[in-house]
């Protein structure tokens, strides 16, 4: 079981970049983890993911955007160039272990979640 704890979001204006921050209860590569959005009304969509190795994945959308890394316990994402369109609660989720990188975009193959952490662009 890996606690997650988000961080980092607020208003920012159109253009501007943010770095959203998911402290962990045990070490960052002992599991695979996802940063993921949700906006109203919407489900949840994946934005970046990285595997317990390090090698990192970037939804096609946001690439160019967005940069994924991690320290010992903690997970970060640093967006730029953020877009109306990119308000959401942003959340980080986790799975123990190895996880396909087939499968990193899909919610339903993280098992711990972050309460997520709101980003509104104006």
């Known amino acids: 079981h890996v606690q997650l704890v988000e961080s980092g979001g607020g208003l920012v204006q159109a253009g501007g970049s943010l770095t959203l921050s998911c402290a962990s209860s045990?070490?960052?590569?002992?599991?695979?983890a996802g940063w993921f959005r949700q906006a109203p009304g919407k489900e949840h969509e994946a934005v970046a993911g990285i595997a317990s190795d390090g090698i990192k994945y970037v939804a096609d959308s946001m690439k160019g955007r967005v940069t994924i890394y991690k320290g010992d316990v903690k997970l970060y994402l640093r967006m730029n160039n953020l877009k109306p369109e990119d308000t959401a609660v942003y959340s980080c989720?986790?799975?123990?272990?190895?996880?396909?990188?087939?499968?990193?975009?899909?919610?339903?193959?993280?098992?711990?979640w972050g309460q997520g952490t709101q980003v509104t662009v104006s």
């Open positions: 989720a986790a799975v123990l272990g190895r996880l396909d990188p087939q499968r990193w975009t899909s919610p339903r193959n993280y098992v711990n």
């Open positions: 045990v070490t960052t590569d002992s599991y695979c």
